[in-house]
């Protein structure tokens, strides 16, 4: 008898401007994984896994189960936990709403796609906070992951670990996700890193039912790592203590109805990371000033989504004014965008 199920899980906004590498935002795109298991016969002998490839992505992704993010993510899960290899004859059709690279948390729903997806073909029943430490030893900053994983607007933290599991922790992805050679040995690869116990802890904040998201999607790529670059190692206390004012508010003014945009567009300003990033976004600090609560209303908060380049426009009407408007503003640079118009959902899912 075949086993099918389905894997859901949602992109996610990270920073909300002054959180970097803190809060999280789940949203209404998903990247959906069809898993079906088929028990081989002798008409149908064992084979390695299928990977079919619909969406975002899908000209670029690779289809080989050892060398794409989802699977390589299961192959760890799974070989954390003794197993050796995939079940026989998995055939897994992913369909992807999440473009790559913009701030939309698409690498984020890879990994946690990749720890559900080994959960499930080990049958191990791994509790939310288990899969939480995979998913933070493949992504190290734990805001994406969270909130794709467990959803709503959330924070976490990196619990700070003793030497032994600081070293645990670290090891360079590169043996946490090996490139499986194709000749390799039965063995190779079976005693990768396990995961710390208990590396990421969050807590969920409340959000007011009337907030959209608008987000504005500029049609190039960033890749996080690049937008990393940029940052500086230390910042000075002003720029800390501004960060920190703001995000204590925005965490309780996000939940009140009705919100206040006063407070709220104040409180999405940051100076850790889009000062920065706005040399990789040309048009980033027109579009975050140009658009404001007077101008625009409706409008609450505008800030980069996650590394960037999108941008994430928070609202409770005035949408399509905001995002064209923007377009005008990124067009001015030399830059084309798409908008969507999303809401704030719940967390993964395997049914
Ligand atoms: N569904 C997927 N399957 C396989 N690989 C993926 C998938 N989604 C993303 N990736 C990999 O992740 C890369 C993008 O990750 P990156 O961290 O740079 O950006 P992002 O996650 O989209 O943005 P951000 O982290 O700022 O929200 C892609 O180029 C691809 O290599
Ligand atoms: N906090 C991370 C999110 C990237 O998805 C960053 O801004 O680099």
Redesign the pocket.
Known sequence: MSRSFTIRVPA?S?NIGPGFDVVGLSLSLY?TLSVTITPPTPAAPAAPPVLRYTGE?AAE?PLDAYK???TRVALYVLRCHGIRAFPANVAIA?A?E?P???????????VVAGVLLGDALGALRLPPARMLDFALMVERHPD?VTAALVGGFVGSYLRELDPAATEAASVPLSEVLPEYPPDAGEDWGMHPPQPPLGIGHYVRFGWSESIRAVAIIPRFEL???KAREVLPLSYSRKDLVFNLQRLAVLTTALAQSPPDPELIYEAMKDRVHQPYRKTLIPGLPEVTSRINPSTHPGLLGICLS???PTILALATGGFETIAEDARTIFREQGIEVDWKLLTVVGGSEVV
């Open positions: 996610t990270a990247l992505g992704v794409n993010l989802t992913v992807n999440i790559f690279g913009r701030g939309l948390g698409s690498s984020g729903a890879a994406n890749s996080t790592a996650g590394a960037g």
